[in-house]
Nanobody
Framework: QLQLVESGGGLVQSGGSLRLSCTASGFTLNYYPVGWFRQAPGKEREGVSCISSSDGRPYYTDSVKGRFTISRDNAKNTVYLQMDSLKPEDTAVYYC?????????????????????WGQGTQVTVSS
């Protein structure tokens, strides 16, 4: 079965850290660009960070630059999102996705939602 599974979400105080994992089964994740997206209640889904498949080039939306780091572990077929200095406004359900069907740059891939694979989401809650 081809799927993505996210893990690592939870409740953390403002200023704390979490590391989200996105693990693929049934396919090789390092062949695909991967994106992390989030959706807060009452808000649209937004692209948080994306990473290319070829050279591992990252993209971050402005609100998380300097606080979040995306990385790959090809041996574990996993992409991580390290989130530091968390703020209450980071509270959302976080989703990973692989295989964008459009977007030729890493930034463009984070602006589209048409992906081959989506995970089920993991809740991140940051208390003030």
């Amino acid at each position: 079965q081809l799927q993505l599974v996210e893990s690592g979400g939870g409740l953390v105080q403002s200023g704390g850290s979490l590391r989200l994992s996105c693990t693929a089964s049934g396919f090789t994740l390092n062949y695909y660009p991967v994106g992390w997206f989030r959706q807060a209640p009452g808000k649209e889904r937004e692209g948080v960070s994306c990473i290319s498949s070829s050279d591992g080039r990252p993209y971050y939306t402005d609100s998380v630059k300097g606080r979040f780091t995306i990385s790959r572990d090809n041996a574990k077929n996993t992409v991580y999102l390290q989130m530091d200095s968390l703020k209450p406004e980071d509270t959302a359900v976080y989703y990973c996705a692989a295989g964008p069907r459009s977007g030729t740059t890493v930034q463009a891939m984070c602006a589209v939602y048409d992906y081959d694979y989506w995970g089920q989401g993991t809740q991140v809650t940051v208390s003030s």
